[in-house]
């Protein structure tokens, strides 16, 4: 007969922990951040920052990153029926879900802006698309219902009755989960539906029909008979989609419940399933159908793809920011991490190579932030100045191929930093790998590379563009040769484009070029001419780490996380 034993202390403890970094928590994503403090300075000198100081110190708190983790763990469940029967097509989320979007909602970063008047409207996009970067830093998830109300309200005022009763709702910033009538919510939240199956970009193959229903206080009604193969963040309150009218292709407004006239019941969006991403976990991206769905004109019939591109300008916005947020992120984790690691008897961030590779992606990240925060500072202006309209056009195509192209290898070589434990999803650190999921997400959103190549062109064909980014990048002439050598050919590249062939390597240059000048105004001597020996000289191989030998790391890093 044997008896069971229980091991002895010494036994049971078989090593200490140690040589393993803290998480990155609980610190003020703003303050720390001295590339997005010095871009803000440079395009919107008297902008109060109390606000995204405080937004700062919120996502960058460790109740924040639980959040983030917890809505991803717990994705959202599609109830299609109640226990009854009952047609239901709701979606379930975590309650960490609505604590992220509540704060997204909380800080203005959806259709707030566009509420603004006087003083706080003269750098209402600037200041937002800082907060869009600081919060992506923590979650991106929620920024897709949000990003998307934020783009659909200048096309939205097109249809001047519901813009009348949906523009308060849209600006609140106090957020309600509740699928409920319009009219008994405190704020609301829109999306978009605009791609099919058959035709994906080409939203002129769109198949979904728009019949005339009459008219009410709303305008022009149809029923919509079809389908949408992505109609992202489904729990929205409605939604402008596209669908082919007697006069062509248009843009609707599809609210969730009715108006009181209609009884306030469902409309007939038919939520099929939610879609299996690569990326974040936590935000519902769908496939519905349209059974006679009760929907209201937005704009004159035909106008849809004019519409859409109006909205897209916004997204596209969006998109570069969530990205130079995530690179930001990225950066910060892999600094913070080899700052307490060792190996080989250093800390991983003295030793030659690391130095080398961090100091890289801290430049490229910079450069994201400045390209984003300048595309911003562009809508802030663009109805008081022609200069900054064309930038407006120019620079939305260019910052989001670019940057987004350049999010995924970066989040790559960031995880690296880390070896295994950039790999592995959980606690502070699962932060890299959720961030490399998620990076390709923005590069094929709204328009991927070729679309957005295609989208230059159209800019480029206008008479005012060459002479506006010989001025844009006028400020920085002779500070770099390779920068004088670029700045010098780019405006006679942009009047002499015609080839789609070369669209890419114009935005490739073009954003480059750009982001050289603004390093210029915003950044140290030693980040702006390691940019340009690099990117612009050729000095630089074909990875990160690959800086040359005249470079100051040692500036760079300081500048990077000055914690």
Aim: proline content about 5%; aromatic content about 6%.
């Amino acid at each position: 007969m044997t008896t069971a034993t229980t091991p002895t202390a010494s036994l049971a403890r078989t090593h200490d922990v140690f040589n393993q970094s803290t998480p990155w928590a609980d610190v003020n994503l703003f303050t720390t951040n001295q590339p997005l403090q010095d871009a803000l300075r440079m395009h919107a000198p008297d902008l109060p920052l109390a606000g995204l100081t405080a937004l700062g110190a919120e996502m960058g708190s460790a109740e924040m990153l639980t959040h983030a983790r917890l809505a991803n763990t717990h994705k959202p469940q599609l109830h299609t029926h109640d226990r009854f029967g009952h047609r239901t097509d709701v979606v379930e989320f975590h309650p960490s879900y609505h604590a992220l979007i509540g704060a997204a909602l909380r800080h203005g970063l959806h259709a707030t802006p566009w509420s603004r008047t006087g003083g706080a409207a003269a750098y209402a996009h600037t200041e937002r698309a800082a907060g869009f970067m600081l919060f992506t830093e923590a979650e991106p998830s929620v920024l897709c219902p949000v990003s998307m109300s934020y783009a659909v309200t200048p096309a939205l005022r097109g249809n001047a009755a519901v813009w009348a009763d949906w523009s308060a709702g849209l600006a609140s910033t106090r957020y309600d989960p509740r699928l409920a009538l319009f009219s008994q919510k405190s704020a609301l939240t829109m999306g978009m539906g605009m791609t099919e199956k058959q035709g994906g970009s080409d939203v002129r193959a769109n198949t979904t029909q728009a019949v005339p229903d009459g008219e009410d206080v709303w305008g022009p009604r149809y029923r919509l008979t079809g389908h949408k193969w992505f109609f992202s963040a489904p729990m929205c309150d409605a939604f402008l989609v596209l669908a082919q009218a007697p006069g062509g292709l248009t843009c609707f407004f599809l609210p969730r419940v009715l108006p009181d006239d209609r009884n306030g019941v469902l409309n007939s969006i038919r939520i099929q399933r939610l879609k299996d991403k690569l990326g974040n976990h936590a935000n519902a991206s769908s496939e519905v159908e349209f059974i006679d769905a009760t929907a209201w004109r937005v704009g004159e019939e035909g106008r849809g793809v004019a519409q859409i591109l109006e909205m897209g300008t916004m997204t596209r916005l969006d998109c570069a920011l969530g990205t130079s947020g995530l690179m930001r992120q990225a950066l910060s984790i892999a600094l913070h991490h080899t700052r307490q690691r060792s190996a080989f008897g250093k800390k991983l961030i003295e030793q030659p190579l690391m130095r080398n590779v961090l100091a890289d992606l801290a430049l490229e990240s910079e450069a994201a932030t400045a390209l984003s925060i300048r595309l911003a500072s562009a809508f802030d202006h663009k109805d008081k100045s022609e200069h900054e309209a064309v930038m407006a056009r120019l620079l939305t195509p260019v910052a989001k191929f670019w940057v987004c192209k350049r999010g995924s290898v970066f989040a790559q070589e960031a995880m690296e930093c880390l070896g295994g434990n950039g790999y592995v999803e959980e606690g502070g650190e699962g932060t890299m790998a959720r961030i490399y999921r998620e990076m390709p997400l923005n590069s094929i959103w709204e328009g991927a590379g070729n679309i957005m190549a295609l989208d230059l062109l159209r800019a480029v064909r206008r008479a005012d563009t060459a002479a506006a980014l010989a001025d844009e990048l006028a400020p920085a002439r002779g500070a770099h040769p390779a920068l004088d050598h670029l700045a010098s050919a780019l405006p006679l590249r942009v009047d002499a484009m015609t080839t789609e062939a070369e669209a890419r390597r114009l935005a490739q240059d073009v954003a480059l070029a750009v982001q050289a000048a603004l390093l210029y105004r915003s950044a140290p001597g030693a980040v702006f001419d390691a940019f340009c020996d690099s990117r612009l000289a050729g000095d630089w191989g074909y990875s990160f780490g690959t800086l040359g030998a005249g470079v100051d790391l040692d500036a760079i890093l300081a500048r990077a996380l000055p914690i």
